[in-house]
């Protein structure tokens, strides 16, 4: 066991406002910093930038962005290509500084098994918080891949059955969005009423749900649900943004969905490209509003779905965050105290604090000066361990 002592280096705590001169200790057995003052070793990080990991509060690790493997919800994504996607996918957000992760969609339970590997230290990799299989109505989206839940009831069962198998948080599709043909985001699906029963099971066992919501009508109803954070929220009006404020509700953007996709253009099918060049502006506006109005976000890629990769798509969130108006501090909380706060992970993770896990990464530039800066070369720690 080796304690290590990183010093010189100009370091933001996820409490501070600031990269400011703070050295601080690993222990490599617990994985956690810790006070304690005698080291065995001293690593001099002169001139370099050391903030938390990044927590990515909206990921499908089971999802193939380039359809090459498998398309998700389709047979070819059975419980062992599914596995093994995942594992590729945790490694490459690992190399991108992401030391934490909600997957809010997944398949053949492979999110909730994971998750309890990595706790107990089966493997290196991203903490995860588990969703499971989303819960949409018959037809809604993403139903190829979710639950078909219709009613109060069935709501109320299927959001049990997942409590019951261990996930920690409920995702619901409260509209409709870009990916999935014949729909549109403004389409309402989950009705208030219904989302209302899966947050209150949620909430009852001490656990978070949230909502796949893009037009303003449908994010309307998620808010009054009582939802933790609303995904992805195109469409915010004046009103809306009131809402969040009033309840603390979290926005987590995803920006990097319809920007991977317009990207790609050429290689998508017609409608994802419409719906994505169709939504962006708005989506980009509302983002800014929102983030100038004081409203929380948390950092989410939805890295998984077209072309929206899991080696780059984090540290690219944060820079379409800042060009959609966000601050650069902003981002950096929405990637490490706010997404903690809504992951309800705030004592294990997020800040640089003796005790919590030693899940950080050092940069040669200041990401408050250039939000780029998380894009270049970096290393990463998690559990006090290099892995970068
Ligand atoms: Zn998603």
Not at 83 to 93: D, E, G, Y
């Amino acid at each position: 066991m080796t304690k290590t002592l990183f010093k010189n280096a100009k370091v933001f705590t996820g409490k501070n406002e600031s990269f400011e001169a703070f050295d601080f200790v690993v222990d490599d057995q617990t994985g956690n910093f810790t006070q304690e003052e005698a080291v065995d070793q001293t690593i001099d990080l002169a001139g370099k930038y050391v903030m938390p990991g990044m927590i990515n509060a909206h990921t499908h690790i089971v999802a193939d962005p380039y359809s090459q493997i498998a398309q998700l919800g389709s047979p070819d994504s059975t419980a062992p290509t599914s596995t093994f996607l995942a594992l590729t996918n945790l490694q490459k957000l690992l190399s991108d500084g992401v030391t934490y992760i909600r997957d809010v969609g997944s398949v053949a339970e492979v999110d909730i098994e994971l998750s309890a590997l990595e706790r107990k230290g089966e493997f290196l990799a991203p903490g995860i918080m588990a969703s499971g299989n989303p819960l949409a109505m018959t037809g809604g989206h993403f139903s190829e891949g979710s639950y078909e839940v219709d009613g109060v009831d069935e709501v109320r069962k299927y959001a049990r059955f997942l409590l019951k198998k261990g996930v920690g948080n409920i995702k619901l599709m409260a509209t409709g969005g870009v990916s999935f043909d014949g729909e549109t985001p403004h389409d309402i699906q989950l009705t208030e009423s219904e989302l209302q029963a899966a947050v209150e099971e949620a909430h009852h066992k001490g656990r978070t749900a949230n909502a796949h919501a893009q037009g303003t009508e449908g994010i309307q109803n998620a808010l009054r649900a009582g939802v933790d954070s609303i995904e992805h929220a195109v469409y915010l009006d004046e009103e809306t943004i009131a809402m969040f404020l009033q309840r603390g509700t979290y926005i987590v953007p995803t920006l990097a969905a319809p920007w991977a996709m317009i990207q790609e253009a050429n290689q998508l099918p017609e409608f994802m490209v419409r719906k994505s060049l169709e939504l962006s502006e708005a989506h980009s506006q509302s983002i800014g509003n929102a983030a100038q109005a004081g409203v929380p976000l948390a950092m989410g890629t939805d890295s998984g779905t077209a072309f929206n990769n899991f080696d780059q798509n984090s540290s690219i969130e944060m820079e379409l965050m800042v060009n959609a108006g966000v601050t650069n501090l902003q981002a950096l909380q929405a990637a490490t105290i706010n997404a903690a706060n809504l992951l309800q992970i705030e004592k294990q993770t997020g800040t640089i604090e003796a005790d919590k896990l030693a899940d950080f990464i050092i940069l040669d530039d200041n990401p408050l000066e250039n939000i780029k800066a998380l894009q270049a070369e970096k290393s990463v720690y998690k559990k006090g361990k290099k892995v970068k």
